[in-house]
Each structure stands twice: as C-alpha cells, then as structure tokens.
C-alpha cells in the first residue's frame, strides 16, 4: 500500500495552522494589555504606545481571518485534487490557442498563467483591505486605488516577461537529467539570483519608485564619513520616494563587491528629528554589513536550496508521490511543487532555526550605532 502523502502533507499543514493560531492568540492577548509595559516606559510616549497598540490589533484581526481563509483554500486545493485538474484543463487552453499541448514547457506555461491569474483573484480582496481599510486608518496608506492597481499590472507583466524563460530553462535542465541535476540547478538559481539582485534595483525597482540621488549637504557628508570610517566602499546614495504609497519609512543597501549603494526612503528623512537619527539607521544596516549578515544569510540560502534539489532528485520518478496527489503524469513543475509540499515540516523547522539566527544578527548589530559614531568622530 501506497503512503499517502497527500493525506499527510493536508494534516500537518491543518496542525501547524491550529499550533500557529494558538501562538498567535497569546501574541493578540498581550497587544490588549491597556498599558505601557515597564521596560519601555521614557522610551516611548503613552500617546505612541496606544497608537501602536491600536494598529498591531487591527493587523492581528486581518491576520486571523487572512491565515483561516489560506488554510481553508489550501487545503481544499489539495484534498480535492484541484490542481490535477487544472493541469488537465490547462492543456485544453494550450489547444485552444493554438498551441502545442505535448510541449511540457507550453504546457506549464498554460498552467502557470491560470494559477497566477487565480492567485491574484483571491488575493486581491485582502491587499485591498490591507492597504486601503487598515493602512489608511493609521495614516500610513498614501497610495491611491490607481497606483495600487498600475503596480498590480506592472507586477503581472515583469512576470509574463521574466517568468517563461526561467521556467523553461528549469524544465529543460530536469528533462536533460544526469547525475549531478542538483547541482546543474543550484547553479541556474544561483547565478538566476545573482542576475536579478544587479538588474532589480537598476532595471525594475525604478519602473515603480522615483530614484534621486541625496543632495549636497550635511546628511550627505555624515554618510558618506561614516561608509568610509567602516571601509564601505559606497558608490551612490539615493531617496526613493516612498512617500507615494506608504509613510512606512525604511534604508537599505546593495551592491556587488566595490559598487555599493544606499538608499533612504524620502520618509525616513521626513521623520527624524534630526540628521544623526537618520545615520544611526544606516549605521544599523551597515552593521549587519560590516559584520557579514548579509554573506552569512547568503550562503546558507544556497546550502539550503542545494539540499532541497537534491531531495527533490530523490523522489522527482516517485509515481507513488504523483499517484498521491492525484496526477497520472510526472510533469517537471508539478513534481517541484510536490516536492515542496512533502517537506513542509522541514521547512518549518528550518524557517525556525533561521529565525533564530535573525534575531541573532539583530541582538549582535543593536550596539552597533553607538561604536559606528565613535569611529567616525
């Protein structure tokens, strides 16, 4: 007799849901508390605490309804062979344009067209909610329903462009098959990862944001002293105007190697009170920098995408896998997609472990502002 994998991949994911809601029930009980915990008393305002309590509540409300409906969703796709069925009716639609349906790649393509567009379907109603309901009522929403869904179809089309080729080099690198197919795509996704972190923030990150480089002044010298002061090699700073969607306010960084560049929302510099409060969130993420955050967290994606295509190649011919799930054919991105959802216990462990590590870096960069200024003094 069969294991039946589908069974179980539906079980654990009803249990992690009810383990998760639990968890979430005693983070939601401890935003109720009506006052400002002791270990933040003059840090923040009675005044600031009530207002973040108010919107971590309305986040915590959309939270549940949002994470019982992906449950619901899920796992009525899975149980009731959804998506055995959409592959069949995906070739239909291949055939129907014109296409051949015999052509995996076309097929899948089919496919993926259909699940994107159903995607956006079910989850249009709570980004909608999110940001026009609950971001507004904060004030942080600044957006208008026209950016929203100009962003929505943007996002669509990067998509339509960059996704076919990809799925069809990942199709044609399994099919191929040898030996060493883990390896062979490792080395796809890793040099696919590499591509896109140069070309996103150059090519697509501009096609939704406004880049300007951060004028002259004394903001401008304070960074660029505290780069050199850290051996940063910094070759461009920018604001990105933010403000257009969200009064959220962040900074980041990227770059390869000697090519490094900062960008500051335009709503960060808004906020601080004064130049050095905005150099002591940079100093923040050059901490993580400094003390190889970023290299560290790199690597052990790689690693962990490594393993996860060599246990993919175990299983990739398992008929008893596919049978499981409802397909009487062995196509590449199904078996992908299966794969993903048999070591979903894994992941959940491993998506635990690295959480730990986050909290981590963050513990180990906290004090790093403080010696970042005495350095550039």
């Known amino acids: 007799m069969a294991f039946p994998y589908m069974e179980a991949v539906v079980g654990f994911m009803i249990f ?36 973040s309590r108010a919107y971590s509540l309305d986040k ?16 009525t796709i899975l149980y009731f062979r959804v998506l055995p069925w959409f592959w069949k009716k995906s ?16 097929h899948t ?27 507004a009522r904060h004030g942080f929403n600044k957006q208008t329903i026209w950016l929203f869904f100009r962003d929505m179809i943007k996002g669509m089309l ?3 462009v960059i996704g076919p080729p990809i799925v069809a080099a990942i199709i044609v690198i399994v099919q191929k098959g040898s ?17 896109m972190m140069t070309i996103y923030p150059v090519l697509i990150a501009p096609l939704f944001n406004k880049f300007t480089p951060l004028p002259d002044g004394t903001l401008r010298e304070k960074i660029e002293k505290l780069a050199a002061s850290l051996k940063f090699p910094l070759k461009k700073l920018f604001v990105v105007d933010g403000s257009t969607r969200s009064s959220h306010s962040n900074a980041y960084m990227y770059g390869f190697f000697k090519n490094k560049r900062i960008v500051l929302y335009d709503t ?39 393993l996860q295509f060599g246990g993919y190649t175990l299983v990739r011919n398992s008929s008893d896998l ?43 960069v906290t004090p790093f502002p403080y010696s970042a200024f005495a350095a550039s003094d």
């Not at 496919?111 to 309901?133: E, K, R």
Request: proline share 3%; net charge negative.
């Open 60 to 75: 915590s409300y959309f939270h549940f309804v949002h994470e019982f409906v992906t449950i619901v969703m899920d796992s």
């Open 109 to 135: 393509l089919g496919f993926l067209a259909g699940v994107m567009i159903w995607s956006q379907i079910t989850d249009l109603p709570f980004s909608l909610y999110s940001t026009f309901v609950i971001e």
């Open 16 to 51: 992690m849901y009810f383990f998760e809601t639990y968890l979430d029930i005693r983070q939601h009980k401890a935003l109720k508390l009506p006052t400002l915990p002791k270990t933040l008393e003059g840090v923040i305002s009675q005044d600031k605490f009530l207002k």
């Open 179 to 195: 030996p060493y197919l883990a390896i062979y795509l490792w080395g796809f996704m890793l040099v696919l990862s590499l591509v």
């Open 91 to 106: 070739e239909h639609l291949v055939t129907l344009v014109g296409l051949n349906a015999e052509n995996e790649i076309l």
């Open 158 to 160: 990067i998509a339509i």
């Open 322 to 364: 596919f049978r499981s799930f409802g397909f009487d054919t062995q196509p590449v991105l199904i078996g992908l997609i299966i794969f993903q959802h048999t070591v979903i216990p894994i992941q959940h462990l491993v998506s635990f472990g690295l959480n730990l590590v986050s909290r981590s870096f963050e513990f180990q």
């Open 268 to 306: 960060l510099i808004q906020q601080c009170k004064n130049d050095d409060e905005v150099v002591a969130v940079i100093a923040h993420e050059l901490g993580h920098w400094k003390l190889n955050h970023t290299v560290y967290s790199f690597v052990a994606v790689q690693v962990l995408t490594l």
